[in-house]
């Protein structure tokens, strides 16, 4: 019966598209190496992440969003102390593989982000969230709720690294993918679908054709910053691909940092 009041039709696509773990994959999850190629990604972003942990002297981390544990990986080998985790089994499963590839033995726990609990964690000198995830939390108020989770996580003066897509960007028309940060594989193209106010789907289409999609909630950098600051962090700074002076119209990435 509901199925035929009004709006129950919005509802429900809009429930799969929060379905943020149903989203990656098994396939798709197989492929994400390829997609952000580790030696590029690397080399795209140098020492950015460990020259910022060093400067403000952290020494654990938690990187909520590990996704197939690229930045896991690089930072234990840096010397910090990390805890991976992510929501998606699938993707946990994958970043274990990596760990043992690499011969690190790093904690990992599959938790949605506002499960994780610092009673059972411990807290942290940073928490990241990297990879453009908080965007799949549409709800702005959920997505408050979230970064006062990690907040929670932060021992005091900690610091929260979080990134997004440039939306801003996007939502103006101007959409550059130029595969030099983050996803640099060069057996697929990144577009776009369907893109308005409320919803950005990217689609990711591999050389032999597959393809896959993400929905994701277009959050403008702005937004995110005044969010971050809702969630009682203190100095957000934003970096466009990296750099402190930046381009808002020609950067792929938007990395805001904060501090407990
Ligand atoms: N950081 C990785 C992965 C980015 S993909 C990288 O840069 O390669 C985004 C990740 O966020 C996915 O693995 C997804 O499972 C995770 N994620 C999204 N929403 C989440 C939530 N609410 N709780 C936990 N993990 C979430």
Redesign the pocket.
């Known amino acids: 019966m509901s199925n035929s009041r009004p709006g129950s039709h919005i509802e429900l696509h809009n429930n799969a598209d929060k379905d ?2 149903r989203q ?1 994959s098994q396939d798709f999850v197989s492929r ?1 190496d390829e997609l ?1 190629d580790w030696d590029k990604r690397s080399a795209g972003e140098g020492t950015f992440f460990t020259e910022l942990l060093f400067s403000v002297g952290a020494c654990s981390v938690l ?6 544990g ?2 896991a990986v690089q930072l234990r080998k840096a010397g910090f102390r990390v805890c991976a ?4 089994q699938t ?1 946990v499963d994958r970043a274990k593989i990596n760990f043992a590839r690499h011969k690190l033995n790093i904690p990992i726990t599959c ?4 499960d994780l609990d610092p009673r059972k964690l411990g807290t942290f000198d940073a928490v990241l969230c ?4 908080l965007c ?2 549409f709800d702005e108020d959920e997505r408050i709720a ?1 970064l006062r989770r990690f907040h929670s996580l932060l021992r005091p003066s900690g610091v929260l690294v979080v990134d997004q897509r440039n939306f801003q960007a996007i939502l103006e028309g101007n959409f550059r993918s130029s595969g030099r940060y ?1 996803y640099c594989g060069t057996t697929a193209r990144v577009t776009l679908g369907e893109v308005s106010e409320s919803l950005c789907e990217f689609v990711y289409s591999f050389s032999d054709d597959e393809t896959y999609r993400l929905r994701v909630a277009p959050i403008r950098p702005q937004q995110l910053r005044r969010e971050i600051s809702r969630a009682q962090f203190r100095g957000v700074k934003s970096f466009g691909d990296f750099k402190p002076m930046y381009d808002p119209m020609h950067s792929d990435f938007i990395i805001h940092v904060a501090h407990r």
């Open positions: 943020y773990a990656y994400w952000i990187d909520v969003s590990t996704g197939s690229f930045h985790n992510d929501g998606s993707m938790c949605d982000w506002l990297l990879g453009s995830s799949h939390v979230v983050y």
